[in-house]
Nanobody, 121 residues
Framework: QVQLVESGGGLVQAGASLRLSCAAS????????VGWFRQAPGKEREFVAL???????RYSDSVKGRFTISRDNAKNTVYLHMNSLKPEDTAAYYC???????????????WGQGTQVTVSS
């Protein structure tokens, strides 16, 4: 079993940066892919970024070049570095872990409770 806890969200102005953290418990974390997803009010949850167990990454087109995902397996933590934030990045951000490298939410077994990011214009 893996438990995930997100942190680092907050209220920032457009153009600012934030770093989200996803801390995991469980000895199998280093063998799992981890994804970040987000859900804005009134919208479906969408894929943001993922990192494989070996460090390979993938990003959605909307965040490519602005967000960077990284992981520290020694700390059982995955980070989402968000730069040049825009009001349209406002959402609840969730991390998820699973055995497959995929942007599909259905393939992730473990989910955190989410952290809110609000970007003002």
């Amino acid at each position: 079993q893996v438990q995930l806890v997100e942190s680092g969200g907050g209220l920032v102005q457009a153009g600012a940066s934030l770093r989200l953290s996803c801390a995991a418990s469980g000895r199998t974390f280093s063998s799992l892919a981890v994804g970040w997803f987000r859900q804005a009010p009134g919208k479906e949850r969408e894929f943001v970024a993922l990192i494989s167990w070996s460090g390979g990454t993938r990003y959605s087109d909307s965040v490519k070049g602005r967000f960077t995902i990284s992981r520290d397996n020694a700390k059982n933590t995955v980070y989402l570095h968000m730069n040049s934030l825009k009001p349209e990045d406002t959402a609840a951000y969730y991390c998820a872990a699973g055995p497959y490298i995929s942007s599909s939410q259905s393939l992730y077994n473990y989910w955190g409770q989410g952290t809110q990011v609000t970007v003002s214009s």
